[in-house]
T-cell receptor, first 115, second 111 residues
Framework: DTEVTQTPKHLVMGMTNKKSLKCEQHMGHRAMYWYKQKAKKPPELMFVYSYEKLSINESVPSRFSPECPNSSLLNLHLHALQPEDSALYLC??????????????FGPGTRLTVL | AQSVTQLDSQVPVFEEAPVELRCNYSSSVSVYLFWYVQYPNQGLQLLLKYLSGSTLVKGINGFEAEFNKSQTSFHLRKPSVHISDTAEYFCAVTLYNKLIFGAGTRLAVHP
């Protein structure tokens, strides 16, 4: 089973709202990732969690706040977003960072629209 | 620094014709290489990967790719495409914890 699930599938929010994106995997993976993908572009890495600790933050604005409550769950808390933050947000997981086979498996994404 | 170049932004092809999507990489160290496919409004699905061993890698949906170290290439091929193969295809290499993606190639299969 190589399934990563994400909820919600779609999200529309105003610039003053607070919302959260959720990601879950049950593959026993110890690394989880958040990506942002704009139309017709490749995914851009935002955050990496390894063994439930934040290991990489790609200089993401603080209006995006990641959280890893346990090894299966990854959240992305959103607050005071801008219209340019509208994008497809993808979650991925892999066995662990630094291993020989660090294949990342992606979820279906959350389509976010900021009004 | 590692980088990935996908030489074609769009590849139009007729159904049942063969196709090759080109990918070149630059790296000063050993790399692991991947091809992902993204159908409209969906996430990325792993097509195939090269970690080590045989340079000819077979993936899902009839796709295969060949790792060529001397030419630093990892081209994706399929002998006969279907309408359902219409999608965006991304080549990627790993650098420690990160996936470095190419810009993507849009494969458009026409009847």
């Amino acid at each position: 089973d190589t399934e990563v699930t994400q909820t919600p599938k779609h999200l529309v929010m105003g610039m003053t709202n607070k919302k959260s994106l959720k990601c879950e995997q049950h593959m026993g993976h110890r690394a989880m990732y958040w990506y942002k993908q704009k139309a017709k572009k490749p995914p851009e890495l935002m955050f990496v969690y390894s063994y439930e600790k934040l290991s990489i933050n790609e200089s993401v604005p603080s209006r995006f706040s990641p959280e890893c409550p346990n090894s299966s769950l990854l959240n992305l808390h959103l607050h005071a977003l801008q219209p340019e933050d509208s994008a497809l947000y993808l979650c991925a997981s892999s066995q662990e960072t630094g291993s020989l086979d660090n294949t990342q498996y992606f979820g279906p994404g959350t389509r976010l629209t900021v009004l | 620094a590692q980088s990935v170049t996908q030489l074609d932004s769009q590849v139009p092809v007729f159904e049942e014709a063969p196709v090759e999507l080109r990918c070149n990489y630059s790296s000063s160290v050993s790399v692991y290489l991947f091809w992902y496919v993204q159908y409209p409004n969906q996430g990325l699905q792993l097509l195939l990967k090269y970690l080590s061993g045989s340079t000819l890698v077979k993936g899902i949906n009839g796709f295969e790719a060949e790792f060529n170290k001397s030419q630093t290439s990892f081209h994706l091929r399929k002998p006969s495409v279907h309408i359902s193969d219409t999608a965006e295809y991304f080549c990627a290499v790993t650098l420690y914890n990160k996936l470095i993606f190419g810009a993507g190639t849009r494969l458009a299969v026409h009847p």
